[in-house]
């Protein structure tokens, strides 16, 4: 079955950019989540939706980064005038149930954003 | 708050050799426990988890995890490693009733022939 995907796989931005990174969850997950993964590190929380609402965005580094899901399904993570700290892997997740331990976390490819 | 801490970046080792993968976590609440393998430009992928009952947790691949709560680690073992296990490895844990993973720095495991 289709699982996760994320588009674009690799992004090239100058910065002050604007970009956008899209995230297909699995049908009729609940959950959606955002990590941001540095490299030679593990990924760490961005943001958080069970279905259109953004409960928890603790995560987001500053307000330049923006999240939205509009119809509870797909989800963007744009990230305005991009910065070279910026520059990561940008991974969705999406799960069906919405509290540990039931919403086993099913992860897409990723979304490379390298920012010049 | 919960952390993970992963102190092996890398482990070289040879094909067919044992291997374990250390993981220690700190938390002031229960949490559940995972253990992720991520192969290059592929998403991460659930390998085991822990979540309550027998410490001894057998995943996917050959790998099995123990819980030890005392010591507060959940390491990863595998008894005789292939090279298609070279990959990165990440533990995490989420606290009772939470949703949002919290993750090790990852251990590369690089398997030699």
């Known amino acids: 079955g289709a699982g996760v995907s994320q588009s674009p796989r690799y992004k090239v931005a100058k910065r002050g950019q604007d970009v956008a990174l899209r995230c297909d969850p699995i049908?009729?997950?609940?959950?959606l989540f955002w990590y941001q993964q540095a490299l030679g590190q593990g990924p760490e929380f961005l943001t958080y939706?069970?279905?259109?609402?953004?409960?928890?965005k603790s995560g987001l580094p500053s307000d330049r980064f923006f999240a939205e899901r509009p119809e509870g399904s797909v989800s963007t993570l744009k990230i305005q005038r991009t910065q070279q700290e910026d520059s990561a892997v940008y991974l969705c997740?999406?799960?069906?149930?919405?509290?540990?331990?039931?919403?086993?976390?099913?992860f897409g490819p990723g979304t490379r954003l390298t920012v010049l | 708050a919960q952390s993970v801490t992963q102190l092996d970046s890398q482990v070289p080792v040879f094909e067919e050799a044992p291997v374990e993968l250390r993981c220690n976590y700190s938390?002031?609440?229960?949490?559940?426990l995972f253990w992720y393998v991520q192969y290059p430009n592929q998403g991460l992928q659930l390998l085991l988890k822990?979540?309550?009952?027998?410490?001894l947790v057998k995943g996917i691949n050959g790998f099995e995890a123990e819980f030890n709560k005392s010591q507060t680690s959940f390491h990863l073992r595998k008894p005789s490693v292939h090279i298609s296990d070279t990959a990165e490895y990440f533990c995490?844990?989420?606290?009772?009733?939470?949703?949002?993973?919290?993750f090790g720095s990852g251990t590369i495991l690089r398997v030699k022939s």
């Open positions: 995490a844990v989420v606290r009772e009733y939470g949703n949002k993973l919290v």
């Open positions: 939706f069970q279905n259109e609402a953004q409960l928890d």
């Open positions: 997740a999406s799960s069906l149930m919405v509290l540990a331990p039931y919403n086993e976390q099913f």
């Open positions: 049908s009729g997950h609940v959950s």
């Open positions: 822990y979540l309550s009952g027998s410490t």
């Open positions: 938390s002031s609440v229960s949490v559940y």
